[in-house]
């Protein structure tokens, strides 16, 4: 079982910065991926990064690259989402979720999920 708990949503104004944190706990994550999806109303689910455990390899959408940054506390079993440069089409609930699959963009194959934090971005 793995427990995840996201924090450091809010509002924020256009071209303004956001830290997003995601604690883990539960066992060891050292061979899987840790992702962060974020879901708009009347939106699908859609991946935003992701972070191997092991090697700190990441992965990115087309749409945050040189934005965002994800990256990864060992000692603390916490991942981070460094949010920069937010337009309002960022507003979105944003997840954290653990997936034994790397590379994988896709929901269902992450099989553990936070509570997601409110992330609004306005103009």
């Known amino acids: 079982q793995v427990q995840l708990v996201e924090s450091g949503g809010g509002l924020v104004q256009a071209g303004g910065s956001l830290r997003l944190s995601c604690a883990a706990s539960?066992?060891?994550?050292?061979?899987?991926?840790m992702g962060w999806f974020r879901q708009a109303p009347e939106k699908e689910r859609e991946f935003v990064a992701a972070?191997?455990?092991?090697?700190?390899?990441?992965n990115y959408a087309d749409f945050v690259k040189g934005r965002f940054t994800i990256s990864r506390d060992n000692a603390k079993n916490t991942v981070y989402l460094q949010m920069n440069s937010l337009n309002p089409e960022d507003t979105a609930v944003y997840y954290c979720?653990?997936?034994?699959?790397?590379?994988?963009?896709?929901?269902?194959?992450?099989?553990?999920w936070g509570q997601g934090t409110q992330v609004t971005v306005s103009s």
């Open positions: 979720a653990v997936s034994p699959v790397w590379g994988s963009y896709i929901p269902m194959d992450y099989a553990y």
């Open positions: 539960g066992r060891t994550f050292r061979n899987l991926a």
């Open positions: 972070i191997r455990w092991s090697g700190g390899f990441t």
